[in-house]
């Protein structure tokens, strides 16, 4: 599976952002998508997380209410709606794909895109 991600940007404190996610190939292969984030300095954390059956949703509690995934299996995108942003959100997002064990952590997801920057100013 191939994984393009996109949409990041600048944005100020309190504003939104929704990143993309795209996939091509083997996309039968892959139950669930995933976003995860990389500040510097830091380890890549998990952010979101959706199945394309039944579109079961799972959330960090850093971003819960906040953010939302969801999925359009028809264009095999993935979304991340992020409102609210705070400076802390700062970081490279990244999307990733992966069976339906995969939950919380990176090494569970098989496929990765190559992220995008999102850095909220204060």
């Known amino acids: 599976v191939q994984l393009q991600a996109s949409g990041g940007g600048l944005v100020q404190a309190g504003g939104t952002l929704r990143l993309s996610c795209a996939a091509s190939g083997r996309t039968f292969s892959s139950d669930v998508m995933g976003w995860f984030r990389q500040a510097p300095g830091k380890e890549r954390e998990f952010v979101a997380r959706i199945s394309w059956r039944g579109g079961v949703t799972v959330y960090s509690d850093s971003v819960k209410g906040r953010f939302t995934i969801s999925g359009d299996s028809a264009k095999n995108t993935v979304y991340l709606q992020m409102n609210t942003l705070k400076p802390e959100d700062t970081a490279v997002y990244y999307c990733?794909?992966?069976?339906?064990?995969?939950?919380?952590?990176?090494?569970?997801?098989?496929?990765w895109g190559q992220g995008t920057q999102v850095t909220v100013s204060s």
């Open positions: 990733a794909a992966g069976t339906i064990a995969a939950m919380r952590r990176s090494y569970e997801y098989d496929s």
